[in-house]
T-cell receptor, first 113, second 111 residues
Framework: KAGVTQTPRYLIKTRGQQVTLSCSPI?????VSWYQQTPGQGLQFLFE???????NKGNFPGRFSGRQFSNSRSEMNVSTLELGDSALYLC????????????FGSGTQLSVL | QQQVKQSPQSLIVQKGGISIINCAYE??????FPWYQQFPGKGPALLIA?????SEKKEGRFTISFNKSAKQFSLHIMDSQPGDSATYFC??????????FGGGTRLMVKP
């Protein structure tokens, strides 16, 4: 069974641009979460989706948004990029909203210049 | 406000020794406490997890000890191996599947 797939693996953008990251969960998994990982702030929760509905949202500005499609695939978007948005963005999937076992992808490394 | 505090930040252990990583939490609503292992270039991988109604859980060389009254939990790695060298994160689950992570511990096991 394939794991969580995130694309692209690396991304370089400049300040003010926007970016879209993609996540394909493990087959059969219907819940997707996003986390930001930085050396300074560690791992921080961004959002959680189940059945195309956002269940929870972390403490991030409105520039960060996401969505989930009917096939459980998810995307997150960051608009008006800032230097501080440089981070590893991790997607995790779980079987459903009640299953706490999260399986993480390898992430998308975003660099904002 | 950091709700899960993890220590130490780094740890060096000799092969065969015991690695111990500690975490403390504040929010009594947390109901699930996993530990994740992360290798460079990879995402975190679930290692072992415990619920607050259990004081200890063991899986192979990995054991979680949980003290609900003190709001603390720890990971013990017995017979530590060089292949265990990685960054370890404790976490606590709140609403939904939202995890609050500790700051991480970089473990190095010397051969």
């Amino acid at each position: 069974k394939a794991g969580v797939t995130q694309t692209p693996r690396y991304l370089i953008k400049t300040r003010g641009q926007q970016v879209t990251l993609s996540c394909s969960p493990i087959s059969g998994h219907r819940s997707v979460s996003w986390y930001q990982q930085t050396p300074g702030q560690g791992l921080q929760f961004l959002f959680e989706y189940f059945s195309e509905t956002q269940r929870n949202k972390g403490n991030f500005p409105g520039r960060f948004s996401g969505r989930q499609f009917s096939n459980s695939r998810s995307e997150m978007n960051v608009s008006t990029l800032e230097l501080g948005d440089s981070a590893l963005y991790l997607c995790a999937s779980s079987l459903d909203a009640l299953n706490e076992k999260l399986f993480f992808g390898s992430g998308t490394q975003l660099s904002v210049l | 406000q950091q709700q899960v505090k993890q220590s130490p930040q780094s740890l060096i252990v000799q092969k065969g020794g015991i690695s111990i990583i500690n975490c403390a939490y504040e929010n009594t609503a947390f109901d699930y406490f996993p530990w994740y292992q992360q290798f460079p270039g990879k995402g975190p991988a679930l290692l072992i997890a415990i619920r607050p109604d259990v004081s200890e859980k063991k899986e192979g060389r990995f054991t979680i000890s949980f003290n609900k009254s003190a709001k603390q939990f720890s990971l013990h790695i017995m017979d530590s191996q060089p292949g265990d060298s990685a960054t370890y994160f404790c976490a606590a689950k709140g609403a939904g599947n939202m995890l609050t992570f500790g700051g991480g511990t970089r473990l190095m096991v010397k051969p």
